[in-house]
């Protein structure tokens, strides 16, 4: 029988199902920690390089045949449907993404994102799919939050000050932006799935700056709304600093929800009730400790995952870039043996 990504670990434990190990990937596995990634990316800038199938396609398998990882995710970057539909934006090295015109008034409302406008993700999600095999895909996208942050603050931010500004003084104009981010975000994961994803990871990453009754009332139905037409596939949803919220992230219609390195595994569960798979939650520090506390850190989340109905390993965050490549392979092999 020829082993498919429908059986793989992977996809098992995103359903729940008894798995051989537990599956591993990295949030950012590809990326500068990699020095191929460096040399393939060396003299094309970021949103360049996303625009362009063949680099996408090389740049995702990278990290799959060094680390033998169980899922690959997709080269692309959370702002690419936004650039798509004429936000004009750029990302910055060693920034992250800068919006030229931060977000203010109903006219600054970015136009509606369709499948003829990213040709090239198509394009590089078959091709990858092919390449593949039974190592499955998973595809991503950044939630309405998040996004939002982006475009309001116009770059990256600590503490959200405009993003909340907007959202407490003018919830009309912040309800017609989540909306519209919605429909692109949910657009943009559909192109993936329509070309071979077979999971999806939808990223709130800077949604732990609320709390829980402003998240269940000003962004979590804009979330939910994008969760449910992609529900034919697995559903991982993450945000960072996200302990208060890991119910309400579960609720918005995860099937899998992702745990940050501050709140362990066990505890997680009990948070965000029955019914979901969890995923986590190595501290992304962890890799500069000594090869022994590596493996001792990852057995303990594996333990922990263990009281999960299903458990799919990461970092709680993305991989660094001054991580060694070695201490992944490690951190992959050492989750593996605990078979
Ligand atoms: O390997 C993977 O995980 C897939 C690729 C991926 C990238 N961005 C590539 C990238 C993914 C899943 C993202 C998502 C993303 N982008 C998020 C959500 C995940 C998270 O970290 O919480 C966010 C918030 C962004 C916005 C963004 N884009 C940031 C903060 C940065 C880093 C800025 C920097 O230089 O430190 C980017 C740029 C970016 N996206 C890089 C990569 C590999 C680095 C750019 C480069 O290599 O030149």
Redesign the pocket.
Known sequence: MTATAHDSAFLRACRREPVPHPPVWF??????ALPEYRAL?AGTE?LEACRTPDLVTEITLQPVRRLGVDAA???????VPLKAVGVDLD?V?????VVAKPFRTLADLPRALTPDDVPYISEAVGALVGALGATPLIG?A?APF?LASYLVEGG?SKNHAATKTLMYGDPGLWAALLERLADITLTFLRVQIDAGASAIQL?D?WVGALPAADYRALVQPHSARVLAAVADVPRIHFG?GTGELLHDMGEAGADVVGVDWRVPLSEAVGRIGPGRAVQGNLDPTLVFAPREVIEAKVRKVVEAGRTAEGHVFNLG??VLPETDPDALKLIVDTVHATA
């Not at 949030?27 to 500068?32: E, F, T, Y």
């Not at 090295?93 to 993404?97: A, D, K, L, T």
């Open positions: 949030m950012r596995q590809a990326g500068r990316r970021m995710i997709f080269f692309s970057d959370i702002v990302i090295p060693g920034v992250g993404p991503f950044g998040t990256p990223f990453s960072v965050h993305g």
